[in-house]
């Protein structure tokens, strides 16, 4: 059997190294497993907005414009759900709407998220394996200044703004990994976690334990994308939030957040490296196609360096 | 109090005169009680086809070229669901989804399909009264030389197609009327049975007993205008419906049909009048706003005639 690779991946800068990485190994050799934490149901209708992220990205469907939902996307259902006084703090465009509604009937019928995933990857062609962390609830919840909130509630209805004390991660203690998230952690050539909020989308990930105690026993090397550049984060709210934290916002701290399981770190240009972690260094702002390849080389570089 | 009519109605056709009643008559005098026999769910999602018309209508919104949905319709929904491999055999616009998302959520709420679409009613700003005529699901089943098919079946994807031998009405005989229904047919002015196929689109109507009872017993005429111009419908399947059960294609069948509550009926130009039932004669092809208020104004007038 050909080389695998894993990645653990929340939005869309983690989806933008997952299509890099897509980009530059053989076809089916890559599993992207991703946050779940995030989803929830709006009208009923069930919503997983990382997995759906990186379905559109990975199929050439994201708005660039927007740096969400779809490219050339139209909002007439919106527009007439307002008109009928439904409410509209969450935008849901018309080709969207396509993988929720489908979603919520493959519920409906028993399907795990898993198998309707794998669906959908299989009707846009795409060639690697997309797996939700778990087949069970896991809910992200921010206790912040102003109460606990549902994460949509925090990201999107209240855009970031209230000042995060902790994060929850409501029935992360029950939750199993979805079949083969295991393994791919397991059996990977190297593991990457994509540079995507550690507290809010790859901690979700991280608090289900068989997710955890994999990437403390893979003997791959697991690399991860830092998502600071020069202290910042490229897009969301990282940097703020680890500031209310009490962090310092910087790769030291990430990589001390991640633990003994993380064996290497690419990072930004002339960025600060954590102590005693190999790093290497390019520039990690993923604007174009040729961007993400960049930053996926250089992880893959990173793996085949530490684990020689 | 001031005078109130009532009018039973189906699809396309029977929402033409019901505009044209609107229009005619002052505001929040007019209660239409409307066909839910076609009703089912898609990807889970509730369609009432007849309510919805009826609202489109109405509110101004109706897609006269297509004569079914939204004007300035988009299709980016169908669209991505196609590439997803979903069912495409009938086709949901874009802003047609947001009546039947908010629906779904009300209906798991708890709602009766009456205050949901009293809302969107009262959303639209529309000043008379749209009941369902049940609460309860009806639902019309079509029973063919193809085998026995659910109405949206026959209708839609098998075009009116097969032979039809007969039509069932489940759930009619635990159904009761929608609160209000049988009061607008006791109390009213003058009823009016819109020109709407008598078999498939009336006939659940009259298929719950105490609908059909209060047809019966109410002291107002009751005036239907036929559906049939010059032995043809305009649109649907009527006639030739009509011919498969082994009727005569004219309105002494459809008269017969709806028995000894009928009092009159308005009939087109110079089509055969039914034996021993007053009438009146105009032109019912309903294609401008302006025809739409002469035969409502024609029926309105052959209901003054024979209550004097």
Not at 55 to 78: D, Q, V
Not at 157 to 175: D, I, L, N, R, Y
Not at 209 to 228: C, G, H, K, N
Request: aromatic share 8%; glycine share 8%; with cysteine.
């Amino acid at each position: 059997m050909s080389a695998r690779y894993a990645v653990l991946t929340g939005g869309v800068g983690g989806a933008k190294l997952v299509d890099g990485l897509y980009r530059q190994l053989p076809e089916n050799s890559l599993t992207a497993i991703v946050n779940t934490g995030d989803d929830f149901r709006h009208f009923g209708l069930p919503i997983s907005p990382d997995i759906d992220t990186l379905l559109y990205t990975l199929s050439g469907k994201s708005n660039s414009e927007l740096g969400w939902g779809r490219e050339g996307e139209t909002w007439n259902f919106m527009a007439a759900l307002k008109s009928l006084g439904g409410e509209d703090w969450f935008n849901l465009g018309d080709g969207d709407l396509a993988l929720h509604v489908l979603r919520a009937a493959a519920f409906a019928a028993g399907e795990p998220l898993s198998v309707i995933i794998a669906r959908f990857a299989s009707a846009w062609n795409l060639q690697l394996s997309i797996l939700p962390m778990s087949d069970n609830p896991v809910a992200t919840w921010v206790d912040t200044d102003g109460g606990l909130l549902p994460f949509q509630s925090y990201f999107v209805e209240h855009q970031c703004s209230p000042k995060v004390k902790a994060v929850h991660f409501e029935g992360a203690a029950e939750a199993v990994p979805a079949s083969g998230v295991v393994e791919a952690i397991m059996e990977s050539e190297a593991v990457f976690i994509a540079p995507s909020n550690p507290w809010l989308s790859v901690d979700p990930l991280l608090s289900i334990d068989e997710i955890r105690t994999a990437l403390q026993e893979t003997p791959a090397p697991v690399v991860a994308v830092s998502p600071l550049i020069q202290g910042k984060a490229v897009k969301g709210p990282t940097a703020k939030l680890m500031g209310e934290l009490g962090l310092e916002t910087s790769n030291q701290s990430i990589a001390s957040h991640y633990g003994t399981w993380l064996d290497a770190m690419v990072v930004h240009g002339k960025d600060t490296a954590p102590a005693n972690l190999p790093v290497s260094r390019t520039d990690t702002l993923m604007t174009s196609s040729k961007d993400r390849e960049r930053v996926a080389e250089a992880a893959l570089q990173l793996a085949k360096e530490i684990a020689a």
